[in-house]
């Protein structure tokens, strides 16, 4: 499988997949102390997003966007295991990236865990860089992170990508 040529939006029959493929992701987390973390929510989240991209045959990863506030909001990035360090995330951030772009949107921007190597460093490669929480959206969602109490698993961050 090539990641990129594997990206694609996507499809009802996909979404009962996701929240097994975001659990199994989140399993590593255990390898630097983070256990606990929210559950994956249930397939209408993925129904009801503004967009939904999947890598693989069958499906390996995803990407969740959602619009706050009528923001680009990359949700949730998640690869299964199996197939993490292969290029997989990257072509689905990138993925995300060109919807932001073809909808005619400035950035898009994420929360994530500042000291994770697979977290706020691998967005960082990618172009993304740490914010305060200037916009209504972001205001929303670094909201929604403190009643989650996201913070107790580590310092988060969020992370704005300009689309040109």
């Known amino acids: 499988m090539t990641a990129v040529s594997a990206v694609r939006p996507a499809r009802p029959d996909d979404f009962a997949h996701l929240a097994q493929i975001e659990s199994a992701a989140d399993e590593i987390f255990a390898s630097v102390g983070i256990v606990g973390l929210p559950p994956a929510p249930p397939t209408s989240a993925y129904e009801g997003a503004a967009a939904v991209f999947v890598a693989g045959d069958p499906v390996v990863g995803f990407a969740r966007v959602e619009l706050a506030c009528g923001e680009t909001y990359l949700d949730q990035l998640s690869v299964h295991p199996s197939a993490m360090r292969q290029g997989v995330g990257s072509a689905l951030l990138e993925a995300a990236v060109a919807w932001a772009r073809e909808h005619a949107h400035d950035s898009i921007f994420l929360a994530t865990f500042r000291d994770i190597a697979w977290n706020a460093p691998f967005y960082r490669r990618h172009g993304f860089v740490e914010t305060a929480a200037v916009t209504d959206g972001m205001r929303e969602v670094e909201a ?17 990508r300009l689309v040109p």
């Open 144 to 160: 929604h992170d403190r009643a989650l109490r996201m913070d107790r698993f580590g310092p988060r961050v969020l992370m704005r």
